[in-house]
């Protein structure tokens, strides 16, 4: 299996060179990505694939279920350098439906070290309890939980004092949350975006109340 994925890396390189014999030169020289995405680890929902982008314009992070800790070191170092280093003005908080992970959360299994991780999304469950009872079938009400945590991550990316120093400063960054269809491959929004304009507002009616 090893040596097939070689021979079709292989491949891949030589066609790509050939269509445009300056790529790999480009790619080594900078790294400019327009979109920082989180997403989940699912191998069906590779974030180059699905939005239709090549490799160097979008800086990835993902992990199960595409959920925000605010103590996910691992995380939180990849969204600061995509918004100091690499200047990205679009951050994607992205999930799927059929996710696995949200299923995990909704079963009352053990699924080992992914509890403590899912946890989250089980709070969610919780909160929205009445909505999710009123959907059709359980898929549908995993679906649907599926889209909140999204809402939820787009929400925790925001409060994070990365972002927060970063629209004090005035930067134009903008935080949205999509979600993908494995049974059609297309991907919808959420309309859950946060700008800076949201922040700042919300900003100066504290300051007022203070």
Known sequence: M??????????????R?????GYFA????????????????D???????VAGLDPG???????VANVVHSTDMNLLSALEFAVEALKVREIIVCGHYGCGGVKAATEDLPHGLAD????PIRRLARSYSVDLGRERDLEAQRDRLAELNVAESVRRVCETPILQRAWLRRADIRVHGLIYGLKDGLLRNLDCSIG?????????EMERAL
């Open 2 to 15: 090893l040596k097939d994925l070689l021979e079709r890396n292989a491949a891949w390189s030589t066609t």
């Open 17 to 21: 060179q050939s269509e445009d014999p």
């Open 26 to 41: 480009r790619l080594a020289g900078q790294q400019s990505p327009e979109f920082f995405w989180i997403g989940c680890s």
């Open 43 to 49: 191998s069906r929902v590779p974030a180059n694939v």
């Open 57 to 63: 314009e979008v800086f990835v992070h993902r992990n």
């Open 116 to 119: 403590h991780w899912l946890e």
């Open 196 to 204: 800076p304009g949201h922040f700042l507002a919300a900003n100066s």
